[in-house]
């Protein structure tokens, strides 16, 4: 994995950012309701969304997830359009991108972090789309399912980026697979196809639980039950209205425990950002 390096923003600098990103949400959403996509909050978005109602006051980013039908379709519909506002940072617009989740990016705009000098592409001020894939109801299918997404998202990251920030004997397995990966000339572009037609294998539409590929800070995915995300609820969200699961209660206790309790002062950081160009904005 990466070693978030966090630190600070000064107030004007975020307060920036903010309000980018919630002009970029505004417009995503824009599109979601014109062709009757849902699409929810997640992760730190949804936890500011219901103790802030808006930013987590020291965050830097905006989460939103899809179902994979949703995903697809909105993919589908923004690829196949002209925008000179935004464009969408897939594995599919840049066959070097090495995550799993896309970046609905504002162009113009810079937000980049250390290792982007490892890359041939930019990366602007985003919101990320993250997507909920079918999880197979067998426990052993299932079992089988996740360590492969496990091993999808892992080689997909060393494929391009050199880590280093990693203990000895981490960082000379994660070395050579990066030469591995390069020598057979096994690119981000050739894993993401491989792993996208691995989840079309469990795609159903009816499975009991539901997962994001690309949460895999531990061992596993992050899983959900599909009944969680059933029914959408509406929110604050700064100065709109936005979608939220239902059972966002046991989302947000899943994923952060006591989520209403402020963490102490001295982890309220932010993303490893090494350099911000707001652009004409």
Not at 7 to 33: R, S
Not at 179 to 186: A, E, R, S, T
Not at 222 to 241: A, G, L, S, T, Y
Request: aromatic fraction near 16%; charge should be neutral.
């Amino acid at each position: 994995m990466l070693e978030l390096k966090l630190k600070k923003y000064d107030d004007e600098t975020l307060k920036k950012i903010h309000d980018l990103e919630l002009m970029i949400l505004k417009d995503f959403i824009k599109i979601c309701d014109e062709h009757n996509l849902t699409y929810y909050m997640y992760a730190g978005s949804l936890l500011g969304t219901i103790r802030h109602n808006g930013f987590i006051p020291w965050d830097d980013d905006l989460d939103v997830i899809m179902f994979r039908e949703d995903y697809e379709r909105f993919k589908k519909i923004f690829l196949s359009s002209t925008n000179d506002k935004y464009e969408l940072l897939t594995n599919e617009t840049e066959k070097e991108y090495f995550y799993l989740f896309s970046k609905f990016m504002l162009k113009g705009t810079k937000f980049e972090e250390e290792w982007i000098s490892q890359l041939n592409f930019r990366i602007g001020i985003n919101i990320d789309i993250f997507v909920l894939d079918d999880l197979a109801d067998n426990k052993y299918k299932r079992f089988y399912q996740l360590k492969k997404a496990f091993l999808y998202n892992r080689l997909l990251l060393v494929s391009k980026i050199k880590l280093n920030d990693l203990s000895f004997v981490s960082k000379l397995v994660s070395h050579s697979l990066y030469h591995i990966l390069n020598f057979c000339k096994i690119t981000p572009h050739k894993l993401n196809n491989r792993c996208l037609k691995f989840l079309r294998k469990y795609s159903n539409n009816n499975s009991q639980q539901v997962f994001d590929i690309s949460a895999t800070a531990e061992e596993y995915p992050q899983i959900f039950n599909r009944n969680d995300f059933k029914e959408v609820k509406k929110v604050q969200f700064e100065d709109i209205q936005v979608n939220v699961p239902k059972n966002y209660d046991g989302i947000l206790k899943s994923l952060y425990g006591d989520y209403m309790e402020l963490p102490p002062k001295e982890k309220r950081y932010n993303h490893p950002i090494d350099y911000i160009d707001f652009g004409k904005y």
